[in-house]
Each structure stands twice: as structure tokens, then as C-alpha cells.
């Protein structure tokens, strides 16, 4: 038996069961890896409530890195004892988990289980879309809402990598000091972000707005916009945002809107494997700061969705089975 959290009726945090169950088992095109750390990222959230639907009973968690146990027949270059970090196979928050093994990648000496697990999925989305939604050129502003959070802080840090300037958004004095310290230009609060980035930017509006809060900032998100600019609107934290008419977008200066997700992103094995390892490098040679906002003993799962749902986290929340 291994210990796992198990989600039996969707719900809020409180379906989030600590429990004992069978091993899941690799396919041929799989390994068994024992998990050291698994990420929890927003998406899990989603799948608690039912947002995403997912069929139940399920072990939540998409994200971990571990050590492989065994692999199946079809598996070539990797074996039983190799350190690996993922970002797409839901069972995660367990002690063992089954990951494709075209999704394992391996994790340099340099890197630790932890850091790894803390870097890839919020790490590779904001890759993603300071990169390739919206490539940040220098000398732009653009606009991190919730740059405090996991995705936020590695999103202000490779926009400033590119060359941009960075006007952030952040809900308290703390997470102020963390989005500066990431490297942020400038702080907004989600009430004035608009007027900041027209005063900033001279009247003429930022080149992109990347928005993973949803529907209390997107209006004012299209607003700071300039002429031809991009809202790349990546989540929902503080709920989906309702339908619009593509006439606003006109109006408003020929913008730009995507709603972007990391699959297509990662669509193939080159793809993620490029994305994974420009991250590893720049986690491994201090090019990024990595926090880790909290870790927590994988039964607490419950606790660590509270805190986040309850916007009292910054950076990376980790679930340890050990
Ligand atoms: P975060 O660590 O950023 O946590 C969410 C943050 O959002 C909070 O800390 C809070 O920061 C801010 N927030 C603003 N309004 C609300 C609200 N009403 N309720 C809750 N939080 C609010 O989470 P993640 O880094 O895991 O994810 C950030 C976003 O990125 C999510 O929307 C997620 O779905 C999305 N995402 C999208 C992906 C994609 O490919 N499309 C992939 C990965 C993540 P503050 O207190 O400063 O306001």
C-alpha cells in the first residue's frame, strides 16, 4: 500500500483525503517513480472543484519529481535509480505515481528534487508566454498580475531577462517586496494598474498584459493595452471571465487576445524538452530564483489549497510524502 490523497466527490478543499491504496502500476510506455516532492499549482484547484472536470474517484496533482522504481518494457534511456522531474500525470500527490516516459525528464546533478518539482510547470508557462504568446522585446512594459505567486515571480524574472520593463500587480506590502525583489519596475495594485501603466508608458498603454487572475482584472487589463497590444489571459483565479464581444477588441485598438494553455506550447517531445531544459540550466546557474513559498507533508494537501485559494501564498507550494 502506499499513502496517496484521494479525491472521492469534488468540492472544496475539505475532499482532499489523506488515504491508503494499491501502487498504480506502469504501461509499457511508462515508469513507477517514487515522488520526493510534488508541485501544487492552480490547475489542481480547478480539478478539486469540478472546473475542470476530471472523473472520480482520482489522486489529484499533475506536477512532482522523484526517482524511478521501474520502467516499462517500451521505455528506452531511462532506468530504475534516475532522478526525474514532470509536469503532466495526474496521480502526483501520492508516494509513487506513474509518469509517461516521454514526460520524465531527467534532472541535472546540479539541481535538487525540490527545485525542480517547484520550477516546471509554472516555470515552463512562464516560458511560454513571455517567449512565444507575447515575445517580450526589449524596452517594452508589460503588465504580471499576481507576480508574487508561483507563475508571477518566474514570469517578472525572464521578462526582465528579454530586455522588458515590468509593472506588477500584487495584493500586499510582502509580495510587493518579493514581485521587486524578481525584478519588477513597478507596483500596481489591481485597483489602479490601468492608470499606472498609462502614466508609465507616456499615454500610449503596455505591449502585453499577462493575466492569470481572470474576471476581476480583465477589463481593466484590456484598458492598459496599447495600440495593437496583446492580453494573453492564461488563468482564472479569481473566476472565468465572462463572454466578449470581438468588436471591443476594435474599439479598443485592433488588440490582441489569447487564451493560451501549456499543452500546445509543450506539443512535442522537442518542444518540452527545450522549454525544461533552458529552465534547468537557469535554475542550476542561479539565472532564476526559484522561492519556495511553502512545503507541506503530503496529508495537509487540504491545508496547502486553502492557503493558496486563500491568497496567503508566494512563489511554490511543495506536498512531501516523506
Ligand atoms: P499563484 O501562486 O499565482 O496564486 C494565485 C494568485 O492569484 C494569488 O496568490 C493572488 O495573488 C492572485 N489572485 C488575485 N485575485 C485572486 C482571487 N480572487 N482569488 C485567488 N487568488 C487571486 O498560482 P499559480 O502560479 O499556480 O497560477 C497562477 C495562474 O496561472 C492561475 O490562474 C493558473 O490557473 C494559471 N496557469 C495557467 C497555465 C496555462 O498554461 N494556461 C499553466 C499554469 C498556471 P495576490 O494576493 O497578489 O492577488
Given amino acids: 500500500m502506499m499513502r496517496a490523497i484521494r479525491i472521492r466527490d469534488v468540492g472544496g478543499p475539505d475532499v482532499l483525503e ?61 532506468a530504475a535509480g534516475d ?8 496521480g502526483s500527490y501520492a508516494e509513487h505515481v506513474v509518469v509517461p516516459a516521454h514526460e520524465a525528464i531527467p534532472i541535472p546533478e546540479n539541481v535538487s528534487d525540490e527545485l525542480a518539482a517547484a520550477l516546471l510547470l509554472q516555470g515552463m508557462t512562464a516560458h511560454y508566454l513571455a517567449v512565444s504568446t507575447y515575445p517580450v522585446q526589449p524596452g517594452d512594459w508589460v503588465i504580471v498580475h499576481a507576480a508574487a505567486g508561483g507563475v508571477g515571480l518566474l514570469l517578472t524574472q525572464i521578462a526582465k531577462l528579454r530586455g522588458g520593463h515590468v509593472l506588477a500587480t500584487v495584493s500586499t506590502a510582502e509580495k510587493a517586496e518579493l514581485a521587486t525583489a524578481a525584478g519588477a519596475d513597478a507596483i500596481a495594485s489591481y485597483e489602479d494598474f490601468a492608470a499606472r501603466a498609462t502614466e508609465l508608458t507616456g499615454g500610449a498603454g503596455v505591449a502585453c498584459v499577462y493575466d492569470g487572475v481572470g474576471q476581476a ?13 496583446t492580453l494573453a489571459l492564461f488563468g482564472a483565479a479569481s473566476g472565468p471571465v465572462p463572454p466578449v464581444d470581438p468588436q471591443t477588441l476594435n474599439a479598443k485598438g485592433s488588440l490582441f ?31 532564476l530564483d526559484v522561492r519556495i513559498g511553502g ?12 492557503d493558496l485559494e486563500g491568497r496567503k501564498t508566494t512563489g511554490k507550494l511543495l506536498l512531501l510524502p516523506a
Avoid at 520526493?36 to 519529481?65: H, K
Avoid at 532522478?83 to 495526474?90: P, Q, S, T, Y
Avoid at 482584472?217 to 497590444?229: C, H
Wanted: charged share 25%.
Fill in 18 to 78: 489523506p488515504t491508503d491504496i494499491d501502487p498504480p502500476k506502469p504501461g509499457d510506455n511508462d515508469v513507477l517513480v517514487e515522488v520526493s516532492a510534488a508541485g501544487v499549482n492552480y490547475i489542481d484547484t480547478y480539478q478539486r472543484s469540478g472546473l475542470y472536470p476530471v472523473a472520480t474517484p482520482f489522486v489529484p496533482g499533475i506536477e512532482g519529481a522523484g526517482t524511478v522504481r521501474a520502467v516499462g518494457s517500451g521505455v528506452d534511456g531511462l
Fill in 83 to 90: 532522478r526525474v522531474v514532470w509536469k503532466n500525470a495526474l
Fill in 217 to 229: 482584472t480583465f477589463q481593466d487589463s484590456l484598458e492598459a493595452l496599447r495600440i495593437r497590444g
Fill in 257 to 287: 487576445l489569447t487564451r493560451p494553455t501549456l499543452a500546445h506550447y509543450t506539443r512535442d517531445d522537442d518542444e518540452l524538452r527545450w522549454r525544461a531544459h533552458d529552465l534547468l540550466r537557469w535554475a542550476g546557474d542561479g539565472t
Fill in 295 to 306: 512545503r507541506y507533508p503530503l496529508a495537509e494537501a487540504r491545508r496547502a489549497h486553502e
